[in-house]
């Protein structure tokens, strides 16, 4: 397969992956994220009966290329819509950039929603739902907020 044919497959299976995540119910962000994510599982041609790989500089560069496409949809979205220009007072999700009247306080970190606190948490389900357990107990530092703007 020539490099031009292994960009297209990667591209035709993101576009796959994000109508299906789109279809699952997800918001544009969040479905593009899920989709970058299974660009960066692939290992070989997904749409050939024979083992085809394709290298992980392809693979990278791919993902390079939607992760700065998934970055201009954020800032479009977000950046901008408040009453401020100081944008450096203003609450975000470390993982998604979206900005937070409420969500998860994770020692310092900021997280809007359980997928992005899982891809905080590098994908260790236990241990976020031992931190998150724990919430309660005095001084604890991974807990559920909600705040009156999204101004810190």
Known sequence: ?????????????????????????????VAMMYALEDI?????????LKYEPIPPEIIQEVVGKYSKSITKVIQSTYV????????????RCV????PMKEGYYLGGEYACSDDCTLAL????????YIDL??????????YWIAWESYYL
């Open 121 to 128: 948490y590098n994908g260790d389900e236990k241990q976020m």
């Open 80 to 91: 901008g819509k408040l009453n401020s220009d100081d944008d450096d007072h203003i609450r």
């Open 133 to 142: 357990h724990h919430a309660d107990e005095d001084g604890g530092e991974c």
């Open 1 to 29: 397969m020539t490099k031009k044919e292994q960009f297209k497959v990667l591209e035709t299976h993101y576009q796959g992956c994000l109508k299906y995540w789109l279809e699952q119910g997800e918001d544009a962000i």
């Open 95 to 98: 993982i998604c950039g979206k």
């Open 40 to 48: 960066k599982r692939i290992r070989s041609n997904p749409f050939s």
